[in-house]
């Protein structure tokens, strides 16, 4: 009791929030990024399950395409600044996406 009556007031809440500084991508992300990034924005913004699944076939036969082309330092690096890294973070986009076209009772055909 004495503690909380000598310091319980004196006591300063403080806040951090940290945030982690986006990945620099390297030559080969680059050049991947700017092929995934809009098609799977645009399968997203359609949401339509047709489009999604498209999207994610699409995406993993470009991946396959870049990991027989890339050096094998930047294939399974699995940060977001090379190939995987892009691959899995647009794979989890669309996926995030057909479990909720599927939740509010979409035909999954």
């Known amino acids: 009791m004495e503690f909380e009556r000598r310091f319980g007031s004196s006591r300063k809440q ?21 092929w995934t990034q809009p098609l799977v924005e645009n399968a997203v913004e359609d949401g339509h399950l047709v489009a999604l699944n498209q999207a994610k076939v699409l995406l993993i036969d470009k991946y396959f395409e870049w990991h027989a082309f890339v050096p094998k ?12 890294g892009l691959l899995t973070n647009g794979y989890g ?17």
């Open 73 to 84: 330092k930047h294939r399974t690096i699995s940060t977001g600044s090379h190939i995987f």
């Open 14 to 34: 403080f806040e951090f929030e940290f945030s982690e500084p986006e990945p620099e991508l390297c030559e080969f992300a680059q050049k991947f990024s700017e």
């Open 93 to 109: 986009s669309t996926e995030v996406e057909l479990s909720a076209h599927l939740n509010k009772g979409g035909n999954a055909l």
